[in-house]
């Protein structure tokens, strides 16, 4: 391939199919009560347990009626409010006032809505007639006894509690939260709120790692931050390998004198890979730490947060029980030039907009690996394939629109 400087660089789509199939699922489960379901994993298919609605109704404010009977004044003989069913039956001639919701009296076969009547005295008239059916929804129109609802291996949002609530559910069976240790390395880190000293930078990349493991909804073990001293990494990977599923450290993972991660890993463990052709974010390491899974994450502030979302969060949710969708990627038109070489997959942090109709995607201003304002205000990656070169203005390039757990 003309496209590698570095051929022994994977490929990020081979690096995450191979990191797929060497990890498993967690397989312990826990039935959890429907408040605290958000975000939780089905461990089973969630079914329906009767039909949804469980009863013909009206979709309308108005009467209740037989279709062929509107042509004539329509006597009211009573009414049908939600939670309060018309107990008789229609006659010929006869309409029972309803509400929306409310149990379509035996006997009747439409509603006819409020609007499209005049009333005089006991009787309405109908001014638009109904065809039969109409405004009625049907009993197990949404969903019918039996039916899957939700597949195994599904996150609920907030909607799908909603959902479970009205299937009558208090609680549901979900995979037991993954549990994963973070670390961050480097002897010139200081955790924020501390005065700063010469030469030092701050501990960034761990308050946006463990963020976006909160959002993922796994138990997070803190670690800290570890100096760089192979004992120090040492004791820290083996705590991490013993206590967690999956671990994922910042720093390390390269060719420098300091970058100790690496080879702890494959001395404690089993590197898998450790070097992706994504950019930003070259040197990741994925391996083994025991039984848990190991994600050495670069520690250049941009690449770290982008091999944790495009690299290991898809592997984590594999891990979590889920089966997620791969994300969703749009073509849009460039707004602005790309200088690139062919070789790394690159995700460029970039602003989507749809103007006039069309999509736009616009740079986000300076890309370096170092620098993490480039995300602030970004909504969507730019991603240039591996083989492609520059891109010009103009030209249409793939989007995937960032999803709730980078931003
Ligand atoms: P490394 O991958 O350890 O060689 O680090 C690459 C660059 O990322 C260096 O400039 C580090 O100072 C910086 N860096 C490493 N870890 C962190 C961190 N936790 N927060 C912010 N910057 C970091
Ligand atoms: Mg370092």
Redesign the pocket.
Known sequence: MACCDEPQLIPVRDAIARMQVAVQSVSDTETVALPDLLDRITAEPVRAGFNVPGYDNSAMDGYALRADDAGQPLIVVGQSLAGHRFEGELQPGQCVRIMTGATIPAGADAVVMQENTKVNGDSIKVLKSPSAGENIRRAGEDISKGQEVFPAGYRFGPIDLALLASLGLAEATVQRRLKVAVL???D??TPPGQPLKDGH??????YGIIAILQRLNVDVLDLG?IPDQPDAIRAALERAGSEADAVVS?????V?D??YVKDILGELGEIGFWKVAIKPGK?FAFGHLGRAVFFGL????VS?MVTLHQLALPILRTMAGEAPEPPLQITAKATSGYKKRPGRQDFQRATLRCVDGENQVGSNGAQGS?VLTSFLGANAYTVLEAERGKVEAGEFVTVIPFDRFIT
Not at 201 to 206: A, G, H, L
Not at 250 to 254: F, I, L, Y
Not at 298 to 301: A, E, I, R, S, V
């Open positions: 961050s390395t480097g010139e880190l930078i701050y501990d960034s990349n761990r931050l910042s720093g390390g993972v390269s420098g300091a970058d040197p670069p520690g250049n502030p770290s170092g």
